[in-house]
């Protein structure tokens, strides 16, 4: 009788000594090396392994007690991947909460119509939360981790706002941005204009870049790819600067020359008919839309009319006049 009560007020001191080490858990403010804190709970971590990596990063909670608490309310199987940042002030149990919510941080990545792979390439090597695992690969590297079918990485990437975990992988940014230009190019083609002077999606996208290129306000959009489909009909050479720049590369020092414009590269479409043999900057979607479906226009030529605008002109007359109004502005 005596053994069987002295148990029993075991367990019961036991079952308090729990009971106060929870509470004590639930209300103490955790010390912390830095304020705030930052980790990353890798995909398919368990627990103990979730909070061996808190601890590790200057947190005050030994991995054993919360593991414990996690399997105390039941939630050792519900702790989310993801980066955290967290400040001075948390208790362990809002802690857990933070981890099985899911609350993590995130980094923010804008590309930029207009802006070539390489300018891609640069903005995810300086961004500071992201694992640069593109940094040492070729383009062609890149595009077969991609699983992209493309020979050249120009133009395949969606031009918006990726929102992603802090420390993940720029590939995985890259493959998304991969991944949303497809069905858009897509549509884009799907919808064309029934005569449109292109054979595959992929002249559409082409086109769409250099419509971006050389679209200075929204509202001259279909503009500019009416004149470029026209071009094309007529058999007429694009003629069109940014194609040159493109095709100049890193020896482009901001100055076109007249000697840039005779020298002859794939994408010199002063000197080579058609439509280069590569996008030569990301399209966002208005330019898809514009490539696939311009409007009805006999303009041939545009000027820039120096305030982002452009002048349109159906006649190389025409066109030599706006230009000379324009450029002696």
Do not use: C
């Amino acid at each position: 009788m005596r053994t069987f009560k002295l148990i029993l007020l075991v367990l019961i001191l036991a079952f308090l000594a729990v009971i106060s080490g929870a509470s004590w858990l639930t209300v103490r403010h955790l010390p912390m090396r830095s304020d705030p804190t930052a980790f990353s709970i890798p995909p398919g971590a368990s627990l103990r392994a979730a909070a061996q990596v808190i601890e590790a990063a200057g947190i005050d909670l030994p991995a054993w007690q919360l593991e414990l608490m996690g399997r105390l309310l039941g939630r050792s199987a519900k702790i989310k991947a993801g980066s955290y940042e967290v400040d001075e002030g948390l208790t362990a149990l809002a802690l857990l909460d933070k981890l099985t919510r899911g609350d993590v941080t995130q980094g923010e990545l804008v590309l930029v119509e207009g802006k070539t792979f390489r300018q891609l390439r640069a903005a995810l090597n300086e961004h500071p939360d992201l694992a640069h695992d593109s940094a040492k690969l070729s383009d062609a590297k890149i595009l077969a981790m991609l699983g992209a079918k493309e020979n050249h990485p120009e133009g395949l990437f969606f031009p918006d706002t990726y929102l992603f975990h802090k420390g993940s992988s720029d590939l995985d940014v890259l493959r998304r941005a991969y991944k949303a230009m497809q069905p858009r190019l897509a549509a884009a083609w799907d919808r064309r204009e029934s005569t449109l002077p292109l054979k595959s999606p992929y002249e559409l996208l082409i086109l769409a870049s250099i419509v971006e290129k050389e679209t200075g306000t929204s509202a001259d959009r279909p503009q500019v790819a009416a004149v470029f489909v026209n071009r094309l009909r007529r058999g007429m050479l694009l003629q069109t600067d940014p194609t040159v720049i493109y095709g100049l590369g890193e020896r482009f020092d901001g100055n076109l020359r007249k000697v840039d414009l005779q020298t002859d590269t794939p994408w010199n479409t002063y000197k080579r008919p058609g439509l280069p043999p590569t996008p030569i900057a990301m399209p966002g979607l208005a330019s898809l839309q514009a490539a696939a479906k311009p409007p009805p226009s006999d303009m041939l030529y545009f000027v820039a009319r120096g305030d982002g605008s452009s002048q349109f002109s159906a006649s190389l007359d025409e066109h030599n006049s706006a230009v000379a109004k324009y450029h002696k502005q």
